[in-house]
């Protein structure tokens, strides 16, 4: 067992010792009390380390998260001079056509990067997430414009206000609005992530054609390639812009060149370099060229991310690379697509010039949806007044506007390829989600609390102490037939988490089979944002039924596995685990029920006597032994105590029977079992477009879900062990 999941022991103070069992008397294990009611209450009660909180970060690491966005960030703009001024002219410019276009350059970084963005765009982060479909995450969480999983929906921290705006109200009554935002926020991903195809190309390509400057003949693209972003490339980013600096040819410097030599047009940044200075500009160059690359990837794994959150894609392996950033995160499947994508798209394109004819399209439409989308912002979550968000958005929205206009004349040149790839993107993004919606339908049915299916019985044979001992049934609701037992212990892979359920596949287990292990466990792996949880939190085990029943020879419980992204959690051992944890609860249940005894009795100090006479109820010496359970020593010579009588015989002797049938399952046997989900379309009958358009849609969710779907195969556990439950839903 690694060091990360090793089971530690609760503290104990004294301890009962028997042959083969030891009860202690323990402190309560770190987790939460609920109501004995059979685990319904529990949806009530959700950890604060299942809701994902905004990371804030001060010092060095807000220092050092600052100068990797010099490389992850501003690599992209930063790197622009190579290629702006060959993008805006095909023909040698006059002079006021050049002057009119570093003016628009200058007040379009003043207006819409230092302005709109950073001062208004960046504050409507969902923690601490940005881009269009964040802000739409975050218009989710102050209004209910959105259908949610049902594993993760009491795990969003909501805002719904009693006092709805009129824009709240109209976005959450009109079906037309929330379509419309869904389309608009995917759309907005899409068109990033057709960029991240376009700009590793279009820096690289703006980079390396100085090499022309060296030999004329050289005309095909070289691409450059690495896997190193952030702390790495920030050294690089910052030479380059102080290459920039020092030789006054950046946006103006270039300008004022190609206005005395107005043919450097097609190349400016090269020709304008200090004599001397081209070889190392031209390393410079190509180096930023491969980090400005970088940024709009690693924009694309970060939004894809957020997408997966709201089920808008599958899910696919992230991998995190930081341990105390959460966000910096790698997707090896995009990886791959966004080099073949890259390849393809230099080798069509081939210079500069004809990318950003297919480039602007894509970067001026999403900060136009972002104006809208934060305008929406403003008037829902930050409720400022209408008439000042109108004046806003006209004013930014016009801006956007002037450029949209021209970036669209450009569609019929090359603009229409991205535009029909986000178009592409958009389709799979709400196709996977109009599946996964379908899908949440059809598993409501099995939505049914544990008691709604499973009946305690008491049977005839009787217990090894002499007394009846209840099995278990189903209810009289579907069939009241008796459930046999299995001996051993089950434990059933909850996909859902909800508290107040039934897993589906021990449900189906159950119908199959009528009949369940000695000890059932209903385990749910829950994924949190965080780097790494402490194996003490990791776990939180409650029952599904009550200890109300004496004897029941059948024991439910709930485990919650809770762990980060580093962590590793399903091993080989993991029955033992499982184990362990169910033996820790059984015994810290009674030191819980100890300490509600106590508080109860001092609450009623004053009618019960004084607080020596409580004391003594709960107050055992240390050196008690399993043998004194049955009946306590007379105190003094006499009788013992009415005081002394109501604890502890009973209930340790069921404690030292439920550890017992514990052991004895573990000891037989330990089995996973998991389901194995297949889905079905309803049948359509007669012609109806819209019910066959459904068919289709389905029908392409279903394939992309069989393609994608985790296999059994990855569980790290005994295969010998492993049952898989196969049901069927209709959708």
């Known amino acids: 067992m690694s060091s990360a999941s090793k089971i530690h022991p609760l503290t104990s103070s004294s301890a009962y010792r028997g042959p083969g069992i030891s009860i202690e008397r323990l402190k309560p294990p770190m987790r939460e009390k609920l109501p004995d009611t059979g685990g319904e209450d529990e949806a009530k009660h959700v950890s604060e380390l299942d809701v994902r909180k905004k990371q804030i970060f001060r010092g060095r690491y807000l220092f050092w998260l600052a100068y990797q966005s010099v490389g992850v960030i501003v690599g992209d703009i930063g790197t622009s001079p190579l290629y702006v001024y060959s993008s805006t002219f095909s023909s040698s410019p006059s002079y006021d056509d050049l002057l009119g276009a570093l003016s628009l ?86 068109l990033v992530m057709s960029d991240g195809i376009l700009t590793p190309a279009q820096s690289v390509l703006g980079a390396i054609q100085g090499l022309k400057i060296v030999d004329d003949s050289i005309t095909t693209a070289t691409i450059v390639g690495t896997s190193k972003i952030g702390s790495s490339f920030a050294p690089i980013v910052i030479t380059w812009l102080g290459f920039n600096f020092c030789f006054g040819i950046y946006y103006i410097g270039q300008a004022a060149y190609i206005s005395d030599y107005p043919e450097a047009v097609s190349n400016p940044f090269f020709d304008a370099v200090p004599p001397g200075m081209f070889y190392p500009s031209l390393v410079v160059a190509i180096l930023a060229g491969v980090v400005a690359s970088q940024t709009m990837i690693t924009a694309t794994f970060q939004l894809l991310s957020q997408i997966i959150k709201l089920s808008y894609f599958p899910q696919i392996k992230v991998t995190h690379t930081s341990r105390i950033f959460e966000g910096q995160i790698y997707i090896p499947f995009v990886n791959w697509l966004l080099m073949i994508g890259t390849i393809v798209v230099t080798v069509a394109y081939n210079n500069t010039t004809k990318l950003g004819e297919a480039y602007g399209v894509c970067v001026i439409l999403v900060t136009f949806i972002t104006t809208c989308m934060v305008s929406l912002v403003a008037l829902v979550i930050w409720r400022i007044p209408m008439a000042v968000v109108i004046v806003a958005f006209l004013a930014f929205g016009a801006l956007d506007g ?181 033996r820790s609860f059984i015994i810290g249940e009674r030191a819980i029920n100890e300490q509600t005894v106590v508080n109860s009795a001092t609450a009623n100090l004053s009618r019960k006597g004084s607080i020596e006479e409580i004391t003594t109820v709960f107050t055992e010496s240390p050196q008690d032994s399993e043998e004194q359970i049955g009946e306590p020593e007379p105190r003094d010579g006499g009788t013992p105590a009415a005081s002394d009588r109501q604890m502890p015989t009973a209930q340790q002797e069921r404690i030292r029977h439920e550890l017992a049938a514990l052991e004895a399952a573990y000891q037989d046997q330990v089995v996973y079992v998991v389901g194995k989900e297949q889905m079905r379309i309803r049948e359509v009958t007669g012609w109806k477009p819209r019910s066959w358009f459904r068919r289709i849609a389905l029908a392409a969710f279903l394939w992309l879900r069989s393609n994608t779907s985790s296999k059994v195969a990855n569980l790290d556990v005994d295969i010998d062990k492993l049952v898989e439950i196969g049901f069927v839903k209709i959708i």
């Open 105 to 190: 350059i200058i007040w379009t970084i003043t207006l819409m990067v230092s302005v709109k963005y950073v001062i208004i765009v960046l504050r409507a982060d969902d923690e601490g997430e940005g881009g269009t479909f964040a802000i739409y995450s975050l218009l989710s969480k102050y209004a209910n414009i959105v259908r949610r999983d049902p594993r993760e929906e009491r795990l969003i921290d909501m805002h719904l206000d009693s006092k709805s705006s009129k824009t709240r109200a109209l976005l959450e009554r009109s079906t037309f609005m929330k379509t419309m935002l869904k389309v608009v926020g995917v759309l907005g991903v899409s």
């Open 402 to 582: 002037v450029y949209l206009s021209s970036a669209l004349t450009k569609v019929p040149d090359g603009a229409w390829f991205t535009l029909v790839l986000a178009l592409l993107l958009s389709s799979i993004f709400v196709l996977w989600r109009f599946g996964k919606e379908n899908q949440w339908q059809a598993e409501a049915s099995d939505h049914l609390k544990l008691s709604s299916i499973i009946a305690t019985k008491a049977d005839d044979r009787l217990g090894e102490q002499g007394s009846v001992s209840p099995g278990i049934r189903f209810t009289v609701t579907i069939g009241g037939a008796c459930v046999s037992s299995i001996n051993g212990m089950g434990i059933f892979f909850d996909k859902s988490g909800l508290p107040h359920t039934t897993p589906t596949v021990f449900i189906h287990f159950v119908q199959k089979f009528q009949a369940t292990p000695r000890v059932i466990v209903f385990f749910h792996i829950r994924p949190l944002s965080s780097p790494r949880i402490p194996p003490e939190e990791r776990f939180t085990v409650s029952r599904c039924f009550g200890r109300n029943v004496h004897g029941l020879d059948h024991q439910f419980f709930r485990v919650t596995l809770r762990h980060g992204y580093t962590d590793e959690v399903i091993s080989q051992d993991l029955g033992l685990q499982i184990y362990e944890k169910l």
